[in-house]
C-alpha cells in the first residue's frame, strides 16, 4: 500500500468501535495494519448489533465492516504461549500497537505497555479505554451511552421538559478514536526526533469533555448553566433564531444571522418585535414558534433560494438516506465503494480528507477472520513447516476461505 504512512506497521489488538476506527484511518493513509483476532470468530463486532445480520460463514456485519477496511486479518490465540511467542516476535517489528481492551486485561496476558516496550524500545503503544487507567471509576463498563451521560453531553441535547437526548452515532468512541490519531501522531514525531518510543493513553471520558470546552469554559468561568429549550432552538446557549424550522415539506436549518436581515428575508415584519438581543435569548421558544410559523408556508428549497439570495446561514435538514444523492457530496467523492470477497460491491464513507501528494484510499476490504495469517507469516520469514506446525498447535487460524483461494 502506498500513502503517507508507508512503511508503517500497526498491530491492532482493538475491537467493537474505539480502536478499529482509528487504525483504519492510519491504514487509510497507507500504515500496514495488521488486526489481530480471536480464531474462528474474530472481533466482537463481527456478531453484535445494531446492525447484526450475518449468516455464518456468508456475511459480514456492516458494523465491522464500517471500521476495518485497509487492514489485514491474524487470528492468533493470545493464550496459546506459540500465539504469545509469535505475537510478542511481531511487536517487535512494528512501530505503533493499538489496544481498547479493560485496564490491566492485556497486562495480565503478557500485552502490557512495560512488557512490549522493553522487547521494542521504540514502540507507540496506544491503550484505550473509558475512564482511563486508575481512578475511582477502574472497573465501570466504559460504553458511549454511558459515557454520554456521565460527561455532560446528553444534558445538553433535546427539548426541555424531555429526558434527556443521546446523539445518534456513537459520538464518545468516535471523539476517542480520531484522539487516539492525535497521540499516536505526536508520538511517532517525538520518536523520529528522539528514536524512543511512548505510551499513548486515550480515554472516552476525557475525549467527550474535550468536545464540550466551550461549554465547560462558560459555565466555570461565569456560573451560568445552560438550561435546554423547549423548542427547535439547537443549542442552549443560543438565542433565536439559532435552531431547527419546519417547512411545508420539511425542515430547514437557520443559525447566527443578522435578525432585521432575517426578518426582511421571511418578509415577516411581525417578527421585528424580537429584534433585541436579551428577547431573543430570553423568549427564545416564542420566537422560535413565530419564525417557524412562517417557515411553515413554503418548501424548503424556496426558502433555500431566498435565505441564500440574502446571504443567510441557513441549511437543509437531509433524512440520512439522501445524503449520498447530495450534490457537494457527489463533488466530494464522499462515498465509494469496493468489492468483498464473500458479499460483492461494500458502499462505504470515503476517506474525509484530502492531501495532495499522499492521498488516502480504499485498498482493501473489511477482512475476512485469519484471511491473512498465512500472507502474514510468511511476510515476516516463517517457512511452510513452521506455519502449518503454529496452525496444528492451534496457535493460529485460516479462514477457509482464505485456504481455498490459495489452493
Not at 163 to 188: E, F, R
Not at 308 to 333: I, S, T
Amino acid at each position: 500500500m502506498s500513502g503517507a504512512l508507508s512503511g508503517l506497521r500497526v498491530l491492532d489488538f482493538s475491537h467493537l468501535l474505539f480502536g478499529p476506527f482509528a487504525t483504519q484511518m492510519l491504514g487509510d493513509l497507507g500504515a500496514d495494519v495488521i488486526k489481530v483476532e480471536r480464531p474462528v470468530s474474530g472481533d466482537l463486532y463481527r456478531d453484535l448489533p445494531p446492525f447484526f445480520n450475518r449468516k455464518v460463514g456468508d456475511f459480514e456485519n456492516p458494523s465491522f465492516l464500517a471500521w476495518n477496511r485497509n487492514k489485514r486479518s491474524l487470528a492468533v490465540d493470545l493464550k496459546n504461549p506459540e500465539g504469545k511467542k509469535l505475537l510478542q516476535d511481531i511487536a517487535a517489528t512494528a512501530d505503533v500497537f493499538v489496544q481498547n481492551f479493560r485496564p490491566g486485561v492485556l497486562d495480565r496476558l503478557g500485552f502490557g505497555y512495560e512488557e512490549l516496550s522493553r522487547i521494542n524500545p521504540r514502540l507507540i503503544y496506544c491503550s484505550g479505554s473509558g475512564y482511563g487507567e486508575s481512578g475511582p471509576y477502574l472497573e465501570r463498563p466504559g460504553q458511549d451511552l454511558l459515557l454520554q451521560g456521565l460527561s455532560g453531553i446528553m444534558s445538553m441535547t433535546g427539548r426541555a421538559g424531555v429526558s434527556p437526548t443521546p446523539l445518534g452515532v456513537a459520538i464518545a468512541d468516535q471523539l476517542g478514536s480520531y484522539h487516539m490519531i492525535y497521540g499516536i501522531l505526536a508520538a511517532l514525531y517525538h520518536r523520529e526526533k528522539t528514536g524512543r518510543g511512548q505510551k499513548v493513553e486515550v480515554d472516552l471520558f476525557r475525549a467527550l469533555i474535550a468536545h464540550q470546552t466551550q461549554e465547560f469554559v462558560t459555565t466555570l468561568n461565569t456560573g451560568r448553566v445552560f438550561e435546554r429549550p423547549s423548542s427547535g432552538i439547537a443549542h442552549p446557549g443560543m438565542p433565536a433564531p439559532f435552531g431547527v424550522y419546519q417547512t411545508r415539506d420539511g425542515f430547514l436549518n437557520i443559525a447566527m444571522n443578522p435578525f432585521a436581515k432575517l426578518v426582511e428575508a421571511l418578509e415577516a415584519p411581525e417578527l421585528a418585535r424580537f429584534d433585541d438581543a436579551e428577547a431573543l435569548f430570553d423568549r427564545r421558544d416564542e420566537a422560535h414558534a413565530a419564525i417557524e410559523a412562517v417557515t411553515q408556508t413554503r418548501t424548503t428549497a424556496a426558502w433555500m433560494e431566498r435565505l441564500l439570495a440574502f446571504d443567510l446561514w441557513c441549511g437543509e435538514v437531509l433524512r440520512q438516506e439522501e445524503v449520498p444523492d447530495d450534490p457537494q457530496v457527489k463533488h466530494m467523492d464522499a462515498f465509494t465503494s469496493y468489492q468483498h470477497p464473500v458479499i460483492g460491491e461494500v458502499k462505504t464513507v470515503n476517506v474525509p480528507i484530502t492531501l495532495s501528494e499522499t492521498p488516502g484510499k480504499v485498498e482493501r476490504h473489511a477482512p475476512m477472520v485469519g484471511e491473512h495469517t498465512v500472507e502474514i507469516l510468511a511476510e515476516l520469514g516463517f517457512d511452510g513447516e513452521r506455519i502449518a506446525a503454529l496452525r496444528a498447535s492451534g496457535a493460529v487460524w485460516v479462514h477457509p476461505k482464505a485456504d481455498a483461494a490459495a489452493a
